[in-house]
C-alpha cells in the first residue's frame, strides 16, 4: 500500500509566479490535511479537507493561497504570486474516514522561491 | 485541543531505552495522545497512539499515567537512526487537524 505521494519534491519558482502543490492521499482515505514548515520552526496546519470540501482553512493566509481536493484526481495547494517569504517545506497528510485513525504524512515539497 | 509540554532535547545512548514524558494535565476525557517524529527534514512519521490504556506496537511503547495527566514514549532500545524530533499530540475529535508543538530533540549518541 503506497504512502501518501507528493510531487514535485523541490520546486523553484521566481517571485511573482504560481506554485502548484500535488499530493495523492494513501488508498481509501477521504481525508487530506495540509501543512507548512518554515525553516528552522515547527509544523503550521494550514487547511484541512474532505472529497471536494473545505472543512477548516483556518491555518490558509487569507490571500495568494487555495486549496483543492477534487472527485478524482490528487489535492492540489496552490500559491499565486509567490514571494521568497513562501519558501517552505509543505506537507500533505492524509487519514481514512474511521475513529481516531493517525494521520500519514508524505515527503513534502520543497518550495524556494528565487 | 489540550496543551502538551516537553523537554526541549534529550540525550540517549545508544541501545539503551529512551523514555520521552509529555505532561498533558488539561486534557479531556476524550482526547487521545498521538505520538509522531520527524527525522531531519523528512516528513513526520506517526509512531503510536492511545486514550488511555498503554500500547505496544512494532516501534515503541505509549504508558499513560492513570489520570492521564502524563505520558511517556518508550524506545526500548535506541538507534542512532532514532535521533530526530519527537511531538506528543492530544487530539479532540476524530478528522481534526494535529496541532504540532516544539517537541522534544533525541539525539541517540554511539
Known amino acids: 500500500n503506497a504512502g501518501v505521494m507528493q510531487n514535485p519534491r523541490h520546486l523553484v519558482r521566481r517571485r511573482g509566479q504560481e506554485a502548484r502543490l500535488r499530493c495523492s492521499p494513501m488508498k481509501g482515505h477521504s481525508h487530506v490535511y495540509w501543512y507548512r514548515q518554515l525553516p528552522e520552526e515547527g509544523l503550521k496546519f494550514m487547511v484541512y479537507l474532505q472529497k471536494e470540501n473545505i472543512i477548516d482553512e483556518s491555518g490558509m493566509p487569507k490571500e495568494r493561497f487555495s486549496a483543492e481536493f477534487p472527485k478524482e484526481g490528487p489535492s492540489i495547494l496552490r500559491i499565486q504570486q509567490v514571494v521568497r517569504g513562501d519558501s517552505a517545506a509543505y506537507f500533505c497528510?492524509?487519514?481514512?474516514?474511521?475513529?481516531?485513525?493517525?494521520?500519514?504524512f508524505g515527503n513534502g515539497t520543497r518550495l524556494t522561491v528565487t | 485541543d489540550a496543551k502538551t509540554t516537553q523537554p526541549t532535547s534529550m540525550d540517549c545512548a545508544e541501545g539503551r531505552a529512551a523514555n520521552l514524558p509529555c505532561n498533558h494535565s488539561?486534557?479531556?476525557?476524550?482526547?487521545?495522545v498521538y505520538w509522531y517524529r520527524q527525522i531531519h527534514s523528512q516528513g513526520p512519521q506517526y509512531i503510536i497512539h492511545?486514550?488511555?490504556n498503554n500500547e505496544t506496537n512494532e516501534m515503541a511503547s505509549l504508558i499513560i499515567t492513570e489520570d492521564r495527566k502524563s505520558s511517556t514514549l518508550i524506545l526500548p532500545h535506541a538507534t542512532l537512526r532514532d535521533t530526530a524530533v519527537y511531538y506528543c499530540?492530544?487530539?479532540?475529535?476524530?478528522?481534526?487537524?494535529?496541532?504540532f508543538g516544539k517537541g522534544t530533540r533525541l539525539s541517540v549518541i554511539a
Open positions: 488539561t486534557i479531556s476525557g476524550n482526547e487521545y
Open positions: 492511545g486514550l488511555k
Open positions: 497528510a492524509s487519514s481514512p474516514d474511521r475513529g481516531n485513525s493517525p494521520l500519514h
Open positions: 499530540i492530544v487530539r479532540v475529535a476524530r478528522n481534526t487537524p494535529l496541532v
